[in-house]
């Protein structure tokens, strides 16, 4: 068999941040590039693949890659969990990468081509008060984003998810361990509606915002702060309570019609189908890498489809731009495909994962590029440049754990 997998390589670097990269090469030469990075994790997963998945690949036709999807979740006894998932994820993007390049086709061609001609996406915008919060929504719309999120500071808390008194904001910084924040969620429901309203009546009525409380509310906190900024018609609210009390999510439906997005800490399919087959969401936001891959993804975002649910992934910068690649070629080709988030990258990382995807006036485009359209600038990936990275922790000002 001359298209037989040959070698799996699995690179742990840090151009910029850390990040885990597979690199599936065949016999007759064709390299597919998968992404495995889950942040502040990245030696588990990386160990994941060296020990337990690279073995099995060798030999294997890389163009059964649905069985080999199977293969690697059915065919073990410990499933599920973000490790495992990125894992097979890595494995699968770089599958689809090996068929588009042996077909010279782009992915998106392949998942049964375009349905749009280019894919929504939204910054983020923060700022410690709205003055400086302004500033950078105002950035975002020059540059011809429609859609931003937005996240402010709190009086009296020195820490707030999303937002950073430096301006090159990373939440995976702590080098010994995890930094510690202190969160209070009264001051955060006081101050969040006002200051969203503030930035409503700046941008007027034609820019999507949007709004992540990343798990932090208790159901009724959640409620009361959707119907709080039902006037202020949010895109989405994100995360407001923790992703794994799914019947949560029913008593803020129940006391809000501002729109709800979740799933950036889900795995699989069965992690979701609860909130999507009883309508508790309208935006599912599995990240590609994360949720097992393209192969994994387009079901889920089918399942989402006959409920009125539209996929919204996750793209924060700790994904590399193997995944946004993928999940631009995703979107792409999907019809309830709602939104893409992007971070953006430092220059570094663009450099080390040279790609065909580009932006261009606040929407993605996948390019033609055979494949994912994404190579690697090896002398950027050295691995002597990573440096364990931990994200926050956070507790509440009388010393008691709470979400992060």
């Known amino acids: 068999m001359n298209d037989a997998i040959e070698r799996v390589e699995v690179l742990v670097s840090s151009p910029a941040r850390n990040y885990v990269t597979l690199r599936v090469t065949t016999r007759d030469g064709l390299v597919g590039l998968g992404d495995a990075t889950v942040n502040g994790r990245e030696l588990a997963v990386a160990a994941y693949l060296r020990e337990h998945v690279a073995p099995l690949l060798i030999g294997r036709d890389p163009g059964r890659i649905e069985d080999t999807w199977q293969y690697l979740y059915r065919g073990v006894y410990w499933r599920r969990g973000p490790i495992t998932m990125a894992a097979i994820g890595a494995v699968d993007l770089a599958l689809w990468d090996i068929l588009g390049k042996r077909t010279g086709q782009p992915l998106y061609a392949l998942l049964g081509g375009r349905v749009r001609d280019r894919l929504a996406t939204y910054r983020h915008a923060f700022g ?47 080098r010994t361990g995890p930094p510690e924040e202190v969160w209070e969620p009264e001051g955060y429901l006081r101050t969040m509606p006002e200051v969203i309203a503030k930035v409503r009546a700046h941008v007027g009525d034609e ?14 906190q959640a409620a009361r702060l959707g119907k709080a900024l039902e006037d202020v018609h949010l895109y989405w609210l994100e995360d407001v309570t923790p992703a794994e009390d799914q019947e949560a999510l029913r008593l803020v439906r129940q006391h809000t019609t501002t729109p709800l997005a979740i799933g950036e800490v889900f795995n699989t ?20 890498v994360h949720g097992g891959g393209v192969s994994h993804l387009r079901k889920i975002f089918a399942l989402a489809e006959l409920h009125g649910v539209r996929a ?38 663009h450099e080390a994962f040279p790609h065909e995807w580009y932006v261009d006036q606040g929407h993605l485009h996948p390019g033609e590029a055979a494949g994912l359209g994404v190579t690697l600038e090896d002398a950027l990936h050295r691995r002597d440049d990573y440096q364990a990275a931990h994200l926050p922790v956070a507790r509440r000002r009388d010393g008691s754990m709470t979400d992060w």
Not at 137 to 143: G, L
Not at 207 to 220: K, N, Q
Not at 330 to 339: K, P, Q, S
Request: glycine fraction near 8%.
């Open 207 to 220: 820019v999507g915002l949007l709004h992540d409380a990343h798990h932090r509310l208790t159901p009724i």
């Open 312 to 349: 919204a992934p996750h793209g924060p910068s700790d994904v590399s731009p193997i995944s946004l690649a993928a999940s631009i070629h995703l979107g792409i080709a999907t019809h309830n495909f709602a939104i893409q988030e992007y971070m953006g990258y430092p220059d570094l990382v």
């Open 269 to 288: 399919a069965w992690d979701c189908q609860y909130l999507i087959e009883n309508r508790l969401i309208d935006f599912i936001r599995l990240a590609v």
């Open 128 to 174: 410690w008060d709205v003055p400086a919060l302004l500033e950078q929504v105002d950035a975002h719309r020059e540059a011809g984003f429609t859609h931003v999120r937005v996240q402010s500071g709190v009086p009296g808390l020195d820490t707030v998810y999303g937002v950073s008194k430096d301006p090159t904001y990373e939440p995976a910084a702590g």
